[in-house]
């Protein structure tokens, strides 16, 4: 049974870049496909992107300029980069497995992150 | 991409049945059978409860339901319990190759 372990930076600010990394456990990574997924304080989900086996992105149009997602397939884990952060990225973020790439079928713990001055 | 349309909240006394509406455009939820239902509970990760618009994954109650009719999607709790109380989200592939998620529903057990 997969499970996802993230970890990264909970405090930045503004102009910062923000890194997390999820680290898969206990099954296959090669032939998935992985996302991020965020949500502010009492708001809703955002997807965010994802990646494939392959190292295919793909990304939402409104964190394309500043999103990268990679993976390192020799430590089975993927990475978040989000730069130049401001307040509005403030939000806990979440890493998932893609079920042949159209639903999150197991979800990490998530992490808040604090963008403050 | 717009997000898809989720009431606000939708309530119900315990054994009713309520339904969720997701609605989107021909772009995503209307072209594609690649809508799902994610359950989240305060403070917790979302949960998978349906995918490909009515598959429940293994573990997942049967009184979840979901259904697709053109633009709009359904899910469908049967036999409301005070477990169910959460908030709903829905999402769907689009025809850029991303996921949209829906604006979220609150369920309230009464």
């Known amino acids: 049974q997969v499970q996802l372990q993230q970890w990264g930076a909970g405090l930045l600010k503004p102009s910062e870049t923000l890194s997390l990394t999820c680290a898969v456990y206990?099954?296959?990574?090669?032939?998935?496909?992985w996302t991020w997924i965020r949500q502010p304080p009492g708001k809703g989900l955002e997807w965010i992107g994802e990646i494939n086996h392959s190292g295919i992105t793909y990304y939402n149009p409104s964190l394309k300029s500043r999103v990268t997602i990679s993976l390192d397939t020799s430590k089975n884990q993927f990475s978040l980069k989000l730069s130049s952060l401001t307040a509005a990225d403030t939000a806990v973020y979440y890493c998932?497995?893609?079920?042949?790439?159209?639903?999150?079928?197991?979800w990490g713990k998530g992490t808040t992150v604090t963008v403050s001055s | 991409q717009s997000a898809l349309t989720q009431p606000a909240s939708v309530s119900g006394s315990p054994g009713q049945s309520i339904t969720i509406s997701c609605t989107g455009t021909?772009?995503?939820?209307?072209?594609?059978?690649?809508v799902s239902w994610y359950q989240q509970h305060p403070g917790k990760a979302p949960k998978l409860m349906i995918y490909d618009v009515s598959n429940r994954p293994s573990g997942v109650s049967n009184r979840f339901s979901g259904s697709k009719s053109g633009n709009t999607a359904s899910l469908t709790i049967s036999g409301l319990q005070a477990e169910d109380e959460a908030d709903y989200y829905c999402s769907s592939y689009t025809s850029s190759s991303t996921l949209v998620f829906g604006t979220g529903t609150k369920v309230t057990v009464l």
């Open positions: 998932a497995k893609l079920g042949y790439q159209y639903y999150m079928d197991v």
């Open positions: 021909s772009s995503d939820v209307g072209n594609y059978d690649y």
């Open positions: 206990g099954g296959s990574f090669s032939g998935y496909y």
